[in-house]
């Protein structure tokens, strides 16, 4: 595959969970794409469904509470596009896709990694599942895995244990399990969140030159803008289950569309000017038993129209695939910034 | 400034004992502050910064006796008087606390969920032994209102609060008493962005209503810049730079300082693209290295760094601004600024 082929195409994506107080629209009619080699960035604040939706795509939707209710993921590996979707979660086909073509690393390195297996034996597991390996050469392809996410001493760090290794060489190791199948994408959850912000730099760095190398699709979910501004090529915003925004990063941070985008990116406090934060007020609605038909965001936008409480906004798109879920925005009705 | 000091920290150390065997037998010492020095003046907000582990939660705890100081002095002066908090017992420190309250990181274990939202804030009230019942609760509801909630959700309980509102909850507490001195403990670091930015803008118009003097820990480097007026960076139990807030970021005089600065996103995709990362991790606080603390990870280092332990002290022409580094007066260090943003 070259780069820039379509490698996956999330279409509509509807993930529900049943709750106590009913049903909860976690990810509501999501759609976005990745290009083999890109970085896509889903940002959004806690709760909105950006973990969610990547659960989705790797299909490990919390179970038996959540179920992906509608939609497609559709992703075009190399034996020709199939939608994950249709897949039992528990399916060889899945398993087949998860880990080798798909992985994913998480937010906190230590409770997904195993206590009482060594960090060799781990690495090791995820190699033999996968690839066609004796022991002898799944532990050598370990430590070149080490070796390659840049922790000293590969062969000696395959007996540790996950509590010897610092919070930055777990997110190191967990990263090398990740890859160590070649995987076409590679979805980060959050990985740099319980990190501070010098280790942060160095996994970012890591994750980057790790993409030269090898190739892989990422998509990294975070909350924290400067990440996204410092990884991503496109920006996916995500707003109570909702994709609000979709565009390039540049697009995104300099001349965004939807109003939670702009207030957001207007909340984050700028070194050098000390001038009162504009904040979002309010928070983030109660996604239970919601009744749809409203603009989610409306009730914090300083921009709000009577529409906007009567009737969901549809996603408009301005045909160089910046799109934007917002009533502002359209053409035909009372849009006052489509032009 | 002029201002009066209101807290001056002498030589504060907090060990903690590693204990091994049946026996519980000692066998070292966690170095977890290991000697701070410093004066923090009446009105002011100072910023202390550092990464996890650093030690900066313990000093904010030790000033305000959450937890005994191994070692040193903390001078409170509140008002004409002068206490050492440090030998206080357990009278003088529920006098004291009157006059020096602390907000809690974590808006979700800070309240207890049994209580209900007015007795959570008039709860030191109580404690004190001030005003009746009602007085009390009428002040709780005047608190609530100054944080941005309502006077009527008093008879609520946490749960039904989001994050953000429930560190206003906090904040509204520990104003309860009308302190003159309130330590923040990343009081915004477990909140979303758009809620940081209004706590972070509660906490500024307090400062201002109820003349506060703040100490704000945190490890985010941004939020602190906006909120203080001077920074002390803590590396590894120990107080690296002491700078006037604007100073630090453009001009650092400590090498670990420049990496912070170095490491910090940038919301500007143009900008942000790649961080210079500093290389290794926070040693070991129970086996700190010889010299100075910081060699290990210092691009700067020399032979002197690793055998002779830098103090801190101020610059030449500029005593406010001081660092511990055997060549701040020599090295040129590359401010926030020279990232080219700003």
């Known amino acids: 595959m070259a780069k820039g082929d379509r490698l996956l195409d999330v279409v509509d994506l509807s993930t529900h969970f049943r709750t106590e107080e009913g049903i909860l629209r976690a990810v509501d009619r999501v759609s976005f794409h990745l290009d083999q080699g890109e970085t ?75 206590p009482v297996f060594t960090i060799g034996d781990q690495l090791m597991e995820a190699i033999m599942l996968h690839q066609r390996l004796g022991r002898a050469q799944a532990r050598q392809r370990a430590a070149e895995m080490l070796a390659r996410v840049k922790i000293s001493n590969p062969e000696q760090r395959l007996d540790r244990y996950p509590h010897e290794f610092s919070g930055g060489m777990r997110q190191r190791a967990m990263i090398a399990m990740a890859l160590s199948c070649n995987p076409q994408i590679l979805i980060a959850d959050e990985p740099t969140t319980a990190l501070d912000v010098t280790v942060e730099a160095q996994i970012l760095n890591l994750m980057q030159d790790l993409q030269d190398e090898m190739g892989m699709a990422i998509i990294m979910i975070t909350h924290d803008l400067g990440v996204i501004a410092g990884m991503a090529d496109r920006v996916l915003v995500m707003y109570a289950g909702w994709g609000v925004e979709r565009a390039t990063t540049e697009q995104v941070f300099y001349t965004p569309k939807h109003p939670y985008a702009t207030a957001l990116l207007q909340s984050i406090p700028k070194i050098g000017v000390r001038k009162r934060l504009t904040s979002i007020p309010g928070s983030v609605p109660d996604l239970n038993n919601v009744e749809g038909g409203w603009c989610y965001f409306a009730p914090r936008c300083a921009e709000a129209m009577d529409i906007c409480r009567q009737k969901e906004p549809p996603t408009f798109d301005d045909d160089e695939g910046h799109t934007v879920k917002c009533w502002l925005w359209d053409k035909q009705q009372t849009g006052i910034k489509a032009g | ?80 008087q002068e206490v050492d908090m440090a030998k206080l017992g357990k009278d003088g420190l529920k006098r004291i606390r009157q006059e020096m309250q602390f907000i809690f990181q974590d808006p979700f274990a800070s309240l207890n969920p049994r209580m209900t939202v007015g007795r959570i804030v008039s709860e030191p009230l109580k404690i004190q032994g001030i005003g009746t019942q009602k007085e009390r609760m009428s002040r709780a ?49 477990a909140l979303d962005v758009s809620v940081q930015a209004q706590v972070l803008n ?141």
């Open chain 2, 1 to 80: 400034m002029s201002a009066k000091t209101i807290l001056e920290v002498r030589n504060l150390k907090k060990y903690f004992p590693i204990q091994k065997g049946v026996f519980r037998r000692v066998v070292g010492h966690v170095k977890a502050v290991d000697g701070l020095d410093f004066v923090i003046r009446e009105g002011e907000c100072v910023g202390l910064v550092g990464e996890s582990g650093c030690g900066k939660t313990t000093a904010g705890r030790s000033i305000i006796r959450l937890l005994d100081p191994t070692e040193g002095e903390v001078l409170f002066r509140p008002g004409e």
């Open chain 2, 202 to 342: 509660v906490l500024k118009d307090l400062q201002q209503d109820f003349s506060l003097t703040y100490l704000f820990v945190a490890h985010d480097l941004s939020v602190v810049e906006h909120i203080s007026d001077r920074i002390f960076v803590m590396y590894l139990g120990k107080i690296v730079e002491i700078a006037d807030s604007q100073e630090l970021y453009e001009s650092p005089r400590h090498p670990y300082t420049e990496a912070l600065l170095k490491a910090i996103p940038i919301a500007d995709p143009k900008l942000g693209r790649r961080r210079e990362a500093l290389e290794g991790s926070v040693p070991d606080p129970s086996n700190p290295p010889d010299g100075c603390n910081f060699h290990t990870r210092c691009r700067y280092a020399t032979d002197l760094c690793r055998s002779e332990e830098p103090v801190l002290q101020g610059q030449q022409g500029n005593p406010e601004h001081q660092a511990s580094c055997h060549y701040q007066n020599e090295l040129q260090l590359a401010g926030y600024m020279a990232r080219g943003a700003g």
């Open chain 1, 40 to 114: 896509l960035g889903i940002v959004g604040e806690s709760g909105c469904g950006k973990s969610i939706t990547a659960k989705s795509v790797m299909n490990l939707v919390p179970q038996p509470r959540g179920s992906i209710v509608g939609g497609k993921v559709l992703y075009h590996g190399n034996n020709g596009t199939v939608d994950i979707t249709s897949y039992h979660h528990q399916s060889r086909e899945m398993r087949k896709i998860r880990g080798n073509e798909i992985s994913m690393i998480f937010q906190e390195p230590m409770t997904s990694l195993n």
């Open chain 2, 141 to 189: 509801g005047a608190l609530l209102e100054k944080v941005g909630l309502s006077a009527s959700q008093m008879g609520r309980f946490p749960h039904e609060f989001s994050g953000g509102q429930r560190q206003r909850i906090g904040i509204a507490r520990s104003l309860s008493l009308n302190p003159r001195f309130v330590i923040c403990d990343e009081p915004v670091s």
